[in-house]
């Protein structure tokens, strides 16, 4: 069984603070990673994706990713109340047909 | 604003029923990909369909089907529903198999009672 594990959380740091979500994943066969972000009662929304070890940034956000360790994470700088939500780590599989995703980490920004 | 819109966006059934729901994809995606949401979880990869055949499935029973149409909008179909298929569906459509380009719809929240 293919897992991704995620800390459920709730997360909660102060307004402006670094926020630091992590994800491990089993399938060693995974190429894709992604970030999806998820208000109460809606649907995922693309934040993140990175495909090469090492760091990639987008504004305040920064996924890392360590294939070796099996490891990747989402920074989020600065962080906003807006920035309260869940945030959900998927990996693709091998026939790139399916996203398998952790159970998320719900995310507080305290003003 | 998502490309892509499912209907309904509630749904109440009774266990032993049949439902059948919608999902309305954009223009030129190819791919839909449909996942279940139950309370508190992620969402688990139900199947996906790429140009009107079913292009893997995962672990679900065969009382859960699918089909996509030539106009991109597609249904998932549950017979025989149990109180465990109470969560939210989401449909998802790309371009080609893309999963960076996925868009995922609003969603239907479904309860068996």
């Known amino acids: 069984q293919k897992e991704v594990e995620q800390n459920s959380g709730p997360l909660s740091v102060p307004e402006g603070a670094i926020a630091s979500l992590n994800c491990t994943y089993s399938d060693r066969g995974s190429q894709s990673f992604f970030w999806y972000r998820q208000y109460s009662g809606k649907s995922p929304e693309l934040i993140m994706f990175?495909?090469?070890?090492g760091d990639k940034e987008d504004g305040r956000f920064t996924a890392q990713l360590n294939k070796a360790s099996q490891y990747v994470s989402l920074l989020i700088r600065d962080s906003q109340p807006s920035d309260s939500a869940t945030y959900l780590c998927a990996v693709d599989n091998n026939a790139g047909n399916m996203l398998t995703f952790g159970g998320g980490t719900r995310l507080m920004v305290k003003p | 604003e998502t490309g892509v819109t499912q209907s309904p966006t509630h749904l109440i059934k009774t266990r032993g029923q049949q439902v059948t729901l919608r999902c309305s994809s954009q223009s030129g995606h190819n791919t839909v990909s449909w996942y279940q949401q139950a309370l508190g979880q992620g969402p688990q990869f139900i199947f996906q369909y790429y140009r009107e055949e079913e292009n893997g499935r995962g672990n679900f029973p065969p009382r859960f089907s699918g089909l996509q149409f030539p106009n991109y909008s597609s249904e998932l179909n549950v017979n025989a529903l149990e109180l465990d298929d109470s969560a939210l569906y989401l449909c998802a459509s790309s371009r080609d198999r893309n999963m960076v380009g996925y868009t995922f719809g609003s969603g239907t929240r479904l309860t068996v009672v």
């Open positions: 990175i495909y090469s070890n």
